[in-house]
């Protein structure tokens, strides 16, 4: 069975200082794995995502995850954060590169920047 | 690009009520899904439903919710009848195949 576990519930950071937000995750095969952030009263917005290739991921905003296979990582990073930034951020896996197949969602960082 | 359109986006009734909540997923895409997000249990996954077939509605948390999609443009999440713990915030989602999924704003669902 799949499962993705992010490990801080709140992560607070200095505006202009580097972030980095938490996720590993288990799935059979290979995995398929996606950053959204959610702002008050929206819906989840996808960020980036990672299927096959580089390990550094490159996505909107700035923000960026770094795919570590031996280590079953997908951090979130950001080098210079913005207060604009402070927003609830999930990490999601799939098992399968199909939106047939069910993508999984951790249960969510609040990243909180002070000015 | 409209986005993914929900209605209402917010609705208050009292115990024992039907509710339905509408969902029109971004013209194309094939897959839709239904997630209920709550404090307490955090964003699940309730149905989701590929080329307007349900997959996986394991998610479905009793029989008093049920889930349709007529078409390719319209879908249903129903609740009957409605009871407090009912109470969160529910997304719809949509995506082409192989995509990444895309968001409503969401209805915001208080049962008294």
């Known amino acids: 069975a799949q499962s993705v576990a992010q490990p801080e519930d709140q992560v607070n950071v200095a505006e202009g200082n580097p972030l980095t937000v938490k996720c590993t995750y288990s799935?059979?095969?290979?995995?398929?794995l996606f950053w959204y952030v959610q702002y008050p009263n929206r819906g989840l917005q996808f960020l980036l995502k990672?299927?096959?290739?580089?390990?550094l991921v490159k996505g909107s905003y700035g923000f960026e995850a770094e795919f570590n296979k031996s280590q079953t990582s997908f951090h979130l990073k950001k080098p210079s954060a913005l207060v604009s930034d402070s927003a609830l951020y999930f990490c999601?896996?799939?098992?399968?590169?199909?939106?047939?197949?069910?993508?999984?969602f951790g249960s969510g960082t609040r990243l909180s920047i002070r000015p | 690009d409209a986005g993914v359109i929900q209605s209402p986006r917010h609705e208050v009734t009292e115990m024992g009520q039907e509710v339905t909540l509408r969902c029109k997923p971004i013209s194309g895409h094939n897959s839709l899904f239904w997630y209920r997000q709550t404090m307490m249990r955090g964003l699940e996954l309730l149905i989701y439903f590929n080329n307007n077939v349900p997959i996986d509605d394991s998610g479905m948390p009793e029989d008093r919710f049920s889930a349709k999609m007529p078409n390719a443009s319209f879908s249903t999440l129903k609740i009957q009848p409605s009871e407090p713990r009912d109470s969160a915030v529910y997304f719809c989602a949509s995506s082409f195949p192989n995509q990444p999924q895309h968001f409503g704003d969401g209805t915001r669902l208080s049962i008294l």
């Open positions: 799935v059979s095969g290979n995995p398929y």
């Open positions: 999601a896996v799939r098992a399968s590169y199909s939106s047939a197949s069910k993508i999984i």
């Open positions: 990672y299927i096959t290739g580089d390990n």
